[in-house]
């Protein structure tokens, strides 16, 4: 038997870890996901902690918190999106971002079929999982440097939607693992399961804005979240692409201004508020996923070999879509030493675990938990010797 108190100390001490690893955090610069997920080995594989009935049901949850996770990182990207940027100043960003996903997508297909023998696809959901560079880190990082506003620009648009195309490609390549599909009738169901998502995206998010027009309640940003949470349910029950309704409903009350200026709607949006409640419930699950992942996790010098070589991948596809890319090098340098993978590879590599096409989803889940460290720990280091160096010249300039 399972005891309720067990189970809220278990998620308690969870909260408590999650607080304990953003002090660490900012006290050694050691990046938070890396902590977390030591702090999980620890508790579970290292020393068996926590009992193994309490972590089995921890992992039944996984799901849930997956598509809490998920429907917060389309939200928050697609709110992101606006109407008033100019397509000049983000456009680099996108690109980097599509190429982030689709170059190693593409790549570790050809890499983990060459050697290891895996089909096509599995190697390709792998690079789809690990194609995000995680936001959590990047953001704060790129806030404290004195850097151009289009080099800020470019490095939140790409950590932000790169996670948002890693989602997408993950999905539409899963999608070939539930039948035998045609080109022919893939495409159909394609455009089906983009379709539905779409339309009730528009509907909803228009409907949304006309109902904030005249509901003036204080409270409505706590039910515009909600209201992305039941088009999330909807959605995927009539058989659509959910991560993209919610992905058009956050594009529009992300432009609530420039519409209501347009309709000339009067609407009552909080986003100071939104983002608070949005920041907590993302620590919430950010350190459900860290922790859990590393209560799951198998320590092993085969596994870790192959992350080690899966990250040289990874980081050479980076080197090359950057500095092929960005001429200033300067700017190459810190978009290459920008690639931690972080909530996005965790949630995305948990979902496709629970899936169970196994051994392949284990394999990718493992694999994963430890590209998530020696990116974090790799990243962490490019970037403190970044910064040196930037105070060093800044020295030498002062003193010339």
Known sequence: MISTDGILIT???????????????????????????LIGLLLVPMSHVVPTKYVALLRNLAPLFGDIALVMIMFDGGRRIS???????????????????????????????????????????????????????????????????????????????????????????TILLTGQFSALSYTRYVISYFSIAVFLGLITGILWLLALSWIRSAKAYVVTIGIAFLLYGVVDLLGGAAVVAVLIFAV?????????DYFGLRLNIDEERLNIVEGELEFLVRTFFYVLIGM??????????????ITGVLLAIRYIEVYSIVRDS???????????????????????????????????????????????????????LIVKEKVKSEEQEMKG
């Open 11 to 37: 998620l308690a001490l969870i909260i408590l870890i999650g607080y304990v690893g953003d002090y660490l955090f900012r006290l050694t610069r050691i990046p938070e996901a890396v902590i977390l997920m």
């Open 330 to 384: 300067r700017f190459s340098t810190l978009l290459f030493a920008l690639a931690p993978r972080g909530l996005t590879a965790a949630v995305l590599a948990s979902i496709f675990l629970n899936m169970g096409y196994n051994p392949y989803s284990t394999y990718v889940f493992l694999v994963t938990f430890m590209v998530i460290i020696f990116t974090n720990i790799i990243s962490s280091g490019l970037l403190s």
């Open 83 to 173: 109407f008033r940027t100019p397509i000049s100043s983000s456009g680099l960003g996108l690109a980097l971002a599509v190429l982030d996903v689709v170059m190693p997508s593409a790549l570790l297909a050809v890499v983990m079929n060459s050697f290891l023998g895996w089909p096509l696809v599995y190697g390709a959901i792998l690079g789809a999982i690990l194609s995000e560079t995680t936001t959590t880190v990047i953001i704060p990082v790129a806030t404290r440097l004195s850097i151009s506003d289009l080099m800020y620009n470019t490095i939140v648009v790409e950590a932000t939607f790169n996670s948002v195309v890693s989602i997408l490609l993950f999905y539409l390549l």
């Open 296 to 309: 799951i996790s198998i320590i092993s010098l085969y596994y870790a070999i192959l992350a080690m070589a």
């Open 252 to 260: 529009i009350i992300g432009n609530h201004d420039v519409i209501s």
